[in-house]
């Protein structure tokens, strides 16, 4: 994919962006805390390294991810199971309350100032068509509501998890392909630097 075609898919995306209904963040918190709390924490910032961080992340990717678990385009055994039960309001109040809440900062273990994780988040990897990471999720790691999450501060073995299994193919949910493409063109290396490096935003 070339960094033109991948800027007119990014921008494409921004103006498509789906209209999600607002949640309600305190029938958010009921739900939270008796279903989610014990892998993702009480207040979204998880402990358990392979479990996501979902405090402060925008609400309509919560939702939209949410969604896509309960309707298998997402696959993971534990989160279909656990979102079987939800209805769209709930999912929509889920986002709401984790949208909300604050978010615990991480730090790099070995990524700092011009290291290769930074390189690839900040410029990407030209000769491989590899696009800046923060052409689309910012250059805080704060993304762009719906189809951007927030990377922010992620657990590292998280997000190495997950762009693997988009490199697999494995999870396929992405707009467009856009991250299955992109993973699919970064090493096993490559992929732990840039996970480190994200781990450290703020």
Do not use: W
Request: glycine share 12%; hydrophobic share 40%.
């Amino acid at each position: 994919m070339s960094f033109r075609v991948f800027a007119a898919l990014a921008v494409g995306l921004i103006g498509a962006t789906s209209v999600h209904a607002a949640g309600d963040a305190t029938k958010g918190s009921t739900i939270a805390t008796t279903v989610c709390v014990a892998c993702h924490g009480a207040d979204g910032n998880s402990v358990i390294t392979m479990n996501p961080k979902l405090a402060a992340q925008h609400p309509e990717y919560l939702t939209k991810q949410l969604k896509n678990f309960k309707s298998g385009e997402r696959q993971n055994a534990v989160m279909s199971g656990m979102v079987a039960n939800l209805t769209d309001e709930d999912m929509a109040n889920l986002g709401a309350y984790f949208g909300s809440q604050k978010a615990n900062g991480g730090a790099a273990k070995t990524n700092g100032a011009g290291s290769l994780g930074e390189k690839i988040y900040r410029g990407g990897l030209p000769n491989a068509g590899v696009p800046a990471c923060a052409s689309c999720h910012g250059p805080t790691g704060s993304g762009i509501p719906v189809n951007f999450p927030r990377l922010a501060g992620q657990h590292a073995e998280y997000t190495t998890n997950q762009l693997k299994i988009f490199r697999s193919g494995e999870r396929a949910n992405d707009a467009a392909q856009m991250m299955r493409i992109i993973a699919g063109k970064l090493s096993d290396s490559e992929i732990a630097a840039v996970a480190d490096y994200i781990q450290g935003l703020k």
